[in-house]
Structures are given as structure tokens and as C-alpha cells.
């Protein structure tokens, strides 16, 4: 990689050999390359006058009236306060005349800026240093009364996508090179404005989340060419591949087609196009419009926000297999017999979406030949589920890739018998093993959640509070802070795990103390002066006196098969 010199801003090409140096022979001469040093790196939005890396070779008195070196000068003078002589940036510090260093540059980018020291943000349409997320429109709307409404165009970008998850530390400065904050004193208002988990936000492993769920971050954004929307994901999911400009849209179905060579999620399939009112159409005939299971856009994934964060791993799920037919794999269906033609079908994809557990994903998909299927009506992402006798969700769910006698379509409430699996095939399965995760079951209308502590394990989406480390020990997994009528108070969560894999859940519910936030309330909570009480900490749990109702709050955990994983579920409601 190249590096540009804080004080001389000369550029000088550096290996990642830990020390020493070493002459890279090319047609040319022999040029000295030298082990990669501390460096900064800048990120930021292309404008007008950027300045090139054949730019910075020349007379530098020529280009500094442009934009573009202004804005290096910058990021360098912040760099050499901040202590660093070497900065990285992606305007002059690539030679994007050269197709393969270009090639190697995207490839290796996420891994710079992971590397760097630290990495200033530069957002050029902040006027001021109030927020490092949300701006006026422009200066005269710079006042309270108007507020901050827009989203700052940095974030509307696909390559800051890695820019803002990559960097261990990320600090925003507005347009004049003020301090704005960090990454983590805005991280909730980043994660509500991008769709970026928290999770992701604070460096946690992207390979544990599911791949509709990182997809989705995708929306909304926007790249100067169409194949940058795929180009920029590669390494979210540590994926290497061709750069080919001029491919447009297949770049992104190229993506899909090696994320799927490397894991059975099968979340990748779990996108829709937008809504419309045509939900029966008569036999889908030979004029109907067909697609595959890969997604030709990004902005497909826009629903997949409801899927949930982390994925199950099946040991007997098989591997999907491209071929030249087309994608083969295993899947969960049945006939869909209110079309007479016998060829439309409704088909399961193994990944939980929305907050009611056990509901699954389906896709509905029409026979052309033999076994050969095509995906159609593909606005709808479909809610799967098994039914008790009484008409509700049987909340223990279903093994997707077991038959099954009905399962319903539980939007439409409507049932779907003889659900057989079709292309069965062995493969071997390469997610992780999470463990047992707090799933609140839905609250009543007089209770509510405000806020969870740590935020990073908490699915909003299907409202699973999911550990990723399972500790011996007795442990505490996370808080909960709930509004029960007009009173605020916490449900502490937890398990003590034995040798032998054997858990026990806990829970504690008690009084919100308004001084101190969730989190410090949440490290606060002494285990030790717990259990050594005469009522020590288990399963069940009543709060007395809550609200100015007076009325009592009871919690309860209960071990449960979802699906065939086992899952702590978390019932909350008032006593009698």
C-alpha cells in the first residue's frame, strides 16, 4: 500500500513485512518497499476536484487551489497533531490507472482501514459540529428551530459502508475540520439512520450474523457505478472475486453466488421486491414474471430487516450447489392447491423472521419442468408457521428441514397441508454454535421496552436477546428496561451453566434507579450478594407494587425447543 507523508506529502510504497526493507523489481527499475508503519486513514465522499495520485507527482503549487488538496491538506495537518507522519488516502494514494493495483486496492481496503490507527471522517455537508449523523440543509436551516433532518451524505455512500464498521477507531469532523464526536458517541443514532446492527458497529465477528441481515445495510445507498454496490460488500462477507466494470447488475448476483459457495444460510434468499396489491394471480401462466433465488438488486433486501440477527446452524441442513441448471438445494414445500395447474408451490427458507418465534420465511415458487422451479411473487416475503388447534402460533415452531403434515401462511391465516422436503443431499454445515438465547415473548398492551443493555446482542427484529459466548459459571447475559403502566423498572437475565452443558436460567426484575443509566445498573448488579440470599435467583420472579396502580409484575423463563434449537423463552405480564 501507498502511504502519503504527513509533513513532506510525498507517497511512499509500503509491503506488510513486519520490518526491514526489500527492491520490487519492475520493467522499469527497482523500487523500495518498506514494512507498513502506524499510519491514519481518511474517509470520505468524492467530490469535484479530487486530487489523483498522478497529481500528487508533479508541482503541487498547481493543484492547491483545488478542492481536493485542500481537503488533504486537511486531513494531514489533523494526522501530524494527532501524532501520525503517514496517512492513508484513496484519491492519491491509488493508481487507478492500473487496473490491478485498482483490483487489489478494493480487495485489500477493508483490511487498511481495519489496520489503521484511527480514521477521520470527513463530512463535508456538516455545517457545524452538532451531530456527526443527521445535518441541516444548509446553513440558514442551521438553528433549532429547523433542527437537524437530513442524513449526512457520507452515509448514503456504499464504499463508507467498510469505512465506518472496519476501523477499531473512527472520529467525525465537519466541513471546516472541526470535532464532531466519535463512532461511539453517535452509535445509536448511526445505527437508526444506516439499519446497522450495533453488533457490527462495536467490531463484532460479521461472519455470526445472518446474510439477509448484512445485506440490508445496503439500502438506501448509493454508488457512482452500478457494480461498486457489490464491489463494496466483498469484504463484509471475506469474499474474493473478479472486478469486472461494465457487468452492471450481475456483479451483485456474482456476489450472492460465492457468498453462497461459503455458507448454508439460506437468509440470502430471504428478500422481496416492493409491495404490491396483486396477491393472486390466476395460475401464474406463461406471460407471469419470473426470477431466481438471486437477487439482482440490493435494494431487494429493504424487507430482510425482519430476519432475524443470527443465524441456527443445522447439522443436517445441506449445502446449496450452483449448477448449470440453476441453484440446487434443499428446501421445505408443498403444493399450493388453490391453483388448479399443480405447478405453484409455497416453499420454506430455514431462517426465523419477525419477533414471534417459531415463523419462518417463505417464498412462493412455480414448477416449469420436472424439478426445475422459478421464484414468482416476488413482492412477498412469507410468514410461515405452525398452528394449534385454537387458531395461534404454536411458538415452539417447526424443523424446516423435516416433512410436515400443515403449516399456515400466518398473514393471510391460511393453511397448507402435505409440506414434503425436495432435493435432499448431504453437506456439511459451517456456522458457528450459538448459545441458548432470551426471546421475549410479546408483551401486553401495558408493558413495554424501553431500552436493553448491551445493545450489540439484542435483536430488534425478533426481540432475542442472543449471547454469543457461553460462560461456566453463573453469568449475567443482559438487562431490560420495561414501562409497566406509568413506572419504570429492569429485568435482569441470565444462566448459571455447569459442566456438562447443563444451564439453568435466572431473572431479576427490580426498580428502575433513575440516577444511573441501564448499563451502569446492569454492572452494578451484584451476583454474589444474590445468591447469597435466602431467595436465590431462578426461573420465575415477582415485582410488587408497580406504578402509581400498585399492581405486581411477574417474569418467568422457560426452556424451549424452537425449531429444534433450544431457546430460553421470557413471559412478562401483570398478576391477578
Not at 446452524?313 to 448449470?324: A, G, L, M, N
Not at 446492569?522 to 415485582?543: N, P, V, Y
Request: proline share 4%; aromatic share 12%.
Amino acid at each position: 500500500m501507498r502511504l502519503l507523508h504527513t509533513t513532506s506529502l510525498s507517497i511512499t510504497q509500503f509491503t506488510e513485512r513486519k520490518s526491514g526493507a526489500i527492491l520490487v523489481h519492475n520493467e522499469w527499475d527497482a523500487v523500495p518497499e518498506y514494512a507498513v508503519p502506524r499510519y491514519a486513514i481518511l474517509s470520505h465522499t468524492w467530490e469535484e476536484e479530487e486530487v489523483q495520485f498522478q497529481d500528487m507527482q508533479g508541482d503541487l503549487s498547481k493543484i492547491e487551489n483545488l478542492k481536493g488538496y485542500r481537503k488533504i491538506q486537511g486531513s494531514c495537518r489533523r494526522a501530524k497533531e494527532d501524532g501520525f507522519d503517514w496517512i492513508w488516502i484513496d484519491t492519491c494514494c491509488i493508481d487507478k490507472t492500473s487496473s490491478a493495483e485498482l483490483s487489489e486496492a478494493i480487495n485489500s481496503m477493508f483490511k487498511w482501514y481495519r489496520n489503521s490507527a484511527t480514521c477521520y471522517v470527513y463530512l463535508s455537508d456538516a455545517p457545524s459540529t452538532r451531530h456527526a449523523v443527521f445535518v441541516a440543509a444548509n446553513d440558514e436551516e442551521e438553528d433549532e428551530e429547523q433542527g437537524l433532518r437530513y442524513l449526512a451524505r457520507w452515509y448514503s455512500r456504499g464504499w463508507t459502508l467498510q469505512e465506518l464498521i472496519a476501523p477499531s477507531s473512527v472520529h467525525f469532523f465537519d466541513r471546516r475540520w472541526r470535532y464532531i464526536g466519535t463512532r461511539e458517541d453517535f452509535i445509536h443514532d448511526i445505527s437508526r439512520g444506516t439499519g446497522i446492527d450495533i453488533y457490527a458497529l462495536r467490531g463484532g465477528d460479521l461472519s455470526r450474523m445472518t446474510v439477509a441481515r448484512r445485506l440490508t445495510w445496503l439500502n438506501k445507498r448509493q454508488t457512482t457505478r452500478v457494480e461498486d454496490m457489490a464491489y463494496c460488500m466483498l469484504r463484509i462477507f471475506d469474499i474474493n472475486m473478479p472486478l469486472l466494470y461494465g457487468e452492471g447488475t450481475r456483479a451483485f448476483m456474482r456476489l450472492q453466488e460465492e457468498i453462497i459457495k461459503t455458507t448454508e444460510d439460506q437468509s440470502i434468499f430471504a428478500w422481496a421486491g416492493p409491495n404490491t396489491l396483486d396477491y393472486y394471480r390466476e395460475d401464474y401462466g406463461d406471460t407471469f414474471e419470473r426470477s431466481g433465488l438471486v437477487a439482482d438488486s440490493a435494494s431487494l433486501f429493504a424487507k430482510s430487516a425482519a430476519v432475524a440477527m443470527f443465524p441456527w446452524p443445522r447439522s443436517s441442513r445441506p449445502h446449496p450447489d450452483i449448477t448449470r441448471q440453476g441453484l440446487r438445494l434443499h428446501l421445505l414445500m408443498c403444493q399450493d392447491v388453490s391453483y388448479q395447474s399443480g405447478k405453484v408451490f409455497l416453499a420454506v427458507l430455514d431462517c426465523q423472521i419477525g419477533n414471534i418465534p417459531g415463523v419462518f420465511a417463505g417464498i412462493r415458487l412455480r414448477r416449469i419442468s420436472n424439478n426445475r422451479f422459478v421464484r414468482i411473487d416476488t413482492s412477498r416475503l412469507f410468514q410461515i408457521a405452525r398452528y394449534s388447534p385454537a387458531g395461534e402460533v404454536l411458538m415452539e415452531g417447526f424443523d424446516p428441514v423435516e416433512d410436515q403434515e400443515e403449516l399456515w401462511d400466518h398473514e393471510m391465516k391460511y393453511p397448507y397441508q402435505d409440506w414434503r422436503i425436495k432435493e435432499v443431499y448431504i453437506a456439511q454445515s459451517l456456522l458457528l454454535t450459538l448459545p441458548r438465547g432470551f426471546w421475549i415473548l410479546p408483551l401486553g398492551q401495558a408493558i413495554s421496552i424501553r431500552d436493553v443493555y448491551p445493545p450489540q446482542i439484542w435483536d430488534v427484529a425478533t426481540n432475542i436477546l442472543q449471547p454469543l459466548e457461553k460462560t461456566l459459571g453463573f453469568a449475567k447475559t443482559g438487562a431490560i428496561q420495561l414501562l409497566v403502566k406509568d413506572e419504570r423498572i429492569v429485568l435482569i437475565l441470565g444462566a448459571s451453566v455447569a459442566y456438562g452443558d447443563i444451564e439453568r436460567p435466572w431473572c431479576k426484575l427490580c426498580k428502575y434507579e433513575g440516577e444511573n443509566s441501564l448499563a451502569s445498573m446492569f454492572s452494578k448488579f451484584e451476583l454474589e450478594s444474590q445468591l447469597g440470599t435466602k431467595k436465590r435467583l431462578g426461573a420465575t420472579h415477582i415485582l410488587e407494587d408497580v406504578g402509581s396502580e400498585r399492581v405486581g409484575v411477574e417474569v418467568s423463563v422457560t426452556k424451549k425447543l424452537v425449531s429444534s434449537t433450544e431457546m430460553y423463552f421470557v413471559q412478562i405480564g401483570l398478576t391477578p
